[in-house]
């Protein structure tokens, strides 16, 4: 005789089998479970044909309330017998859990304050459910009122990667994305001009606070005798590097002095903890959020005060490129900030051109890639987005070449003392392209492998030297301090950080720098479909690559590239006008036209 039973939120048959239960399932499968996985509902005969009769359940609520009863007294009183089917009944209404409770084997009546709350509760549903729709409804149109707010801000959220999923995009029929609730947001006029991108990759958008301690009193060489010159982009905010050249028998005397930020910054302290929890500077066209305190840079910034600390590098250089002696001491230096453009007006520069020149010549006969693809420096100032073309200016060389060598200098001297130190390599190109023009260089840096920082050193083939390390921007990059870190350990005789300590640091910052890179390449191009939108934009394109009928477009002007349909055959470098005819910001896609 089968028993009627629960397993798994539905009906069953149960006969018993020894020590268990075997079950004849409502879809006629069958299970063996232990008596304890069950609720017996009664003891037969039962079938699963179960048609559940009309009962009195208000009567019953208002003659128990507030009792507990067993589901057998629950059914005789509801249907006036205890049969499977009212037991079945009994269950059903116990388990809705309006004015009955199921509580193990057995059945919690109401009270009516709980059955009035439970209503009020089921009301208030009712109308959040309602005012959902509506909100759905309105969403739909592209409109939304003051009291949609909540709803759009779970959206917000995930457009800054701040949740994962949004009841309001799933409800609205589309992906659960931040693209697709960015894009929800431009529509209804609630985003305008929003970057989202550094938010979504969880970074800082504010400066530390930490306190700045005092420099510390230790002897410094003094070259505040000799020029120095710091140059970079008109703009820049950091200076942490300043060069000053001349010739001397066989060669050169080159020095490059390196704000001491390691001087502030030892390791552990609270600003190295910070710095290497945000890894780098974050250059974003709305403006920088650094790594490290503003006042450290007001500080340290080389010309930013009428004498500057320093970490000299003082290289001898042969005629022929090549590294013969490298120092490096601790400095006061007085600085002169100049532009690129200005920089080509300074007769005092022209021992650091004859220098640079020689070291460039040394490392493209050692292999070493010249690409040069155009570059543009966006700028959101005063609400209006600048796109600025970045001259190739021979200055930019200089300092280049000089940093490089410093670089090469530091690597060398850590090589030669044993000390740990991060490493920058890259191992050699897929391949070399021939070629000329920009389609060539276009090709070549695809061919590119990833420069990566280890704890051991390695060639970078890119740059064509047999070792190197990044040391000139340690206000930027957190690696550059930690190369600093080591060099005055090792000058001042103290322990440097273990290879361990080094290989930690360096997994750090590079985890981070991922994120940051990707934050400004993002926000970059954020902000120049922005300025494409809201200007417009009929320019020149060069024709760098050919996919079938597609020929992907360099536009100069903008350091974007486009996909366009060819409409009749161009060889490679071939100038062509292209238009502007719309964008996906969510997307960071632009469409754009041959003219």
């Given at each position: 005789?089968a028993?009627?039973?629960?397993?798994?939120?539905?009906?069953?048959?149960?006969?018993?089998?020894?020590?268990?239960?075997e079950?004849?399932?409502?879809?006629?499968?069958?299970?063996?479970?232990?008596?304890?996985d069950?609720?017996?509902?009664h003891p037969?005969p039962?079938?699963?044909?179960?048609k559940?009769?009309?009962?009195?359940a208000?009567?019953a609520?208002?003659?128990?309330?507030g009792?507990?009863?067993?589901?057998?007294?629950?059914?005789?009183?509801?249907?006036?017998?205890?049969?499977p089917?009212?037991?079945?009944?009994?269950?059903?209404?116990?388990?809705?859990?309006?004015?009955?409770?199921l509580?193990?084997d057995?059945?919690?009546?109401?009270?009516?304050?709980?059955v009035?709350a439970?209503e009020?509760?089921?009301?208030?549903?009712?109308?959040r459910?309602r005012?959902?729709?509506?909100?759905l409804?309105?969403?739909?149109a592209?409109?939304?009122?003051?009291?949609?707010?909540?709803?759009?801000?779970?959206v917000?959220?995930?457009?800054?990667?701040?949740?994962?999923?949004?009841?309001?995009l799933?409800?609205?029929?589309?992906?659960?994305?931040?693209?697709a609730?960015h894009?929800?947001?431009?529509?209804l006029?609630l985003w305008?001009?929003?970057?989202?991108?550094p938010?979504?990759?969880?970074?800082?958008?504010?400066?530390?606070e930490?306190?700045v301690?005092p420099?510390p009193?230790?002897?410094?060489?003094?070259?505040t005798?000799l020029?120095?010159?710091?140059?970079d982009?008109?703009?820049s905010?950091?200076?942490?590097?300043?060069?000053?050249a001349?010739?001397?028998?066989?060669?050169?005397?080159?020095?490059?002095?390196?704000?001491d930020?390691a001087?502030l910054?030892?390791?552990g302290?609270?600003?190295?903890?910070?710095a290497m929890r945000?890894?780098?500077?974050l250059?974003?066209p709305?403006g920088t959020v650094?790594?490290?305190?503003p006042?450290v840079?007001?500080?340290?910034?080389l010309?930013l005060?009428?004498?500057?600390?320093?970490?000299?590098f003082?290289?001898?250089?042969?005629?022929?490129?090549?590294?013969l002696?490298?120092r490096?001491?601790?400095?006061?230096?007085?600085?002169?900030?100049?532009?690129?453009k200005?920089a080509?007006?300074?007769?005092?520069?022209?021992?650091?051109k004859?220098v640079?020149q020689?070291?460039?010549r040394?490392?493209?006969a050692?292999?070493?890639?010249?690409?040069?693809?155009?570059?543009?420096?966006?700028?959101?100032?005063?609400?209006?987005?600048?796109?600025?073309p970045?001259p190739?200016?021979?200055?930019?060389?200089?300092?280049?070449e000089?940093?490089?060598l410093?670089?090469?200098?530091?690597?060398?001297?850590?090589?030669r003392e044993g000390?740990?130190?991060?490493f920058?390599?890259?191992?050699?190109?897929?391949?070399?392209?021939?070629?000329?023009?920009?389609a060539?260089m276009?090709?070549?840096?695809?061919?590119?492998?990833?420069?990566?920082l280890?704890?051991?050193?390695a060639p970078h083939?890119?740059?064509g030297?047999?070792?190197?390390?990044?040391?000139?921007s340690?206000?930027?990059r957190?690696l550059?301090?930690?190369?600093?870190?080591?060099?005055r350990?090792?000058?001042k005789?103290?322990k440097?950080?273990?290879?361990?300590?080094?290989?930690?640091?360096?997994g750090?910052?590079?985890?981070?720098?991922?994120?940051?890179?990707?934050?400004?390449?993002?926000?970059?191009?954020?902000?120049?479909?922005?300025?494409?939108?809201?200007?417009g934009?009929?320019?020149?394109?060069?024709?760098v690559e050919?996919?079938g009928?597609?020929?992907?477009?360099l536009?100069?002007?903008?350091?974007?590239?486009?996909?366009?349909?060819?409409s009749?055959?161009l060889?490679?470098?071939?100038?062509?006008?292209?238009r502007?005819?719309?964008?996906?910001l969510p997307n960071?896609e632009?469409?754009?036209?041959?003219v």
């Amino acid at each position: 005789m089968a028993a009627l039973v629960i397993y798994k939120g539905r009906p069953a048959l149960a006969e018993e089998r020894g020590d268990k239960l075997e079950l004849i399932l409502p879809d006629g499968g069958r299970a063996k479970v232990r008596s304890k996985d069950v609720l017996f509902l009664h003891p037969g005969p039962a079938s699963l044909d179960l048609k559940v009769p009309q009962g009195e359940a208000e009567a019953a609520w208002e003659l128990l309330e507030g009792e507990r009863v067993s589901l057998r007294e629950l059914a005789e009183l509801l249907y006036g017998a205890f049969t499977p089917e009212a037991a079945y009944g009994a269950f059903l209404l116990a388990q809705a859990g309006e004015r009955f409770v199921l509580e193990g084997d057995g059945v919690r009546v109401r009270t009516r304050e709980e059955v009035l709350a439970l209503e009020e509760a089921k009301k208030r549903k009712e109308e959040r459910e309602r005012a959902f729709q509506e909100a759905l409804e309105r969403l739909r149109a592209g409109r939304f009122l003051p009291e949609d707010r909540p709803l759009l801000a779970e959206v917000e959220a995930l457009a800054l990667g701040e949740r994962r999923e949004s009841r309001v995009l799933k409800a609205l029929g589309q992906p659960e994305t931040p693209e697709a609730a960015h894009g929800l947001l431009l529509r209804l006029g609630l985003w305008l001009r929003e970057n989202p991108h550094p938010r979504r990759l969880g970074l800082p958008l504010t400066p530390p606070e930490l306190p700045v301690p005092p420099l510390p009193q230790e002897d410094r060489v003094d070259l505040t005798h000799l020029p120095a010159y710091a140059i970079d982009d008109e703009g820049s905010q950091d200076p942490d590097d300043a060069l000053f050249a001349e010739e001397v028998d066989g060669g050169f005397r080159l020095l490059v002095h390196v704000a001491d930020v390691a001087a502030l910054v030892p390791p552990g302290s609270p600003l190295d903890e910070e710095a290497m929890r945000r890894g780098a500077n974050l250059y974003l066209p709305e403006g920088t959020v650094p790594m490290l305190p503003p006042g450290v840079t007001q500080a340290l910034g080389l010309g930013l005060g009428e004498v500057s600390p320093a970490l000299t590098f003082e290289l001898w250089v042969s005629e022929a490129g090549e590294l013969l002696e490298e120092r490096l001491y601790p400095s006061w230096v007085r600085v002169k900030r100049l532009t690129y453009k200005e920089a080509l007006e300074v007769p005092e520069l022209s021992p650091l051109k004859a220098v640079a020149q020689a070291f460039y010549r040394k490392r493209l006969a050692q292999g070493a890639l010249d690409i040069q693809l155009p570059e543009v420096k966006v700028r959101v100032e005063e609400g209006k987005v600048r796109l600025t073309p970045l001259p190739p200016y021979e200055s930019r060389l200089w300092v280049r070449e000089a940093m490089l060598l410093a670089g090469y200098a530091a690597a060398h001297l850590a090589l030669r003392e044993g000390l740990p130190f991060p490493f920058a390599t890259q191992e050699a190109p897929s391949r070399r392209v021939e070629g000329e023009g920009m389609a060539a260089m276009w090709e070549q840096r695809k061919a590119l492998r990833r420069a990566q920082l280890r704890a051991v050193p390695a060639p970078h083939k890119g740059l064509g030297l047999p070792v190197y390390a990044q040391v000139t921007s340690p206000l930027r990059r957190y690696l550059d301090l930690v190369a600093h870190q080591q060099l005055r350990a090792w000058l001042k005789g103290e322990k440097p950080l273990s290879q361990e300590a080094l290989l930690e640091r360096v997994g750090a910052a590079e985890a981070v720098a991922d994120g940051v890179r990707e934050a400004e390449r993002k926000s970059k191009l954020h902000w120049t479909l922005l300025y494409l939108k809201e200007e417009g934009y009929e320019g020149p394109g060069v024709l760098v690559e050919k996919r079938g009928g597609q020929g992907v477009f360099l536009l100069p002007e903008l350091a974007l590239t486009a996909q366009v349909a060819l409409s009749q055959p161009l060889p490679l470098n071939a100038e062509v006008r292209l238009r502007f005819l719309e964008a996906d910001l969510p997307n960071l896609e632009a469409r754009f036209a041959l003219v």
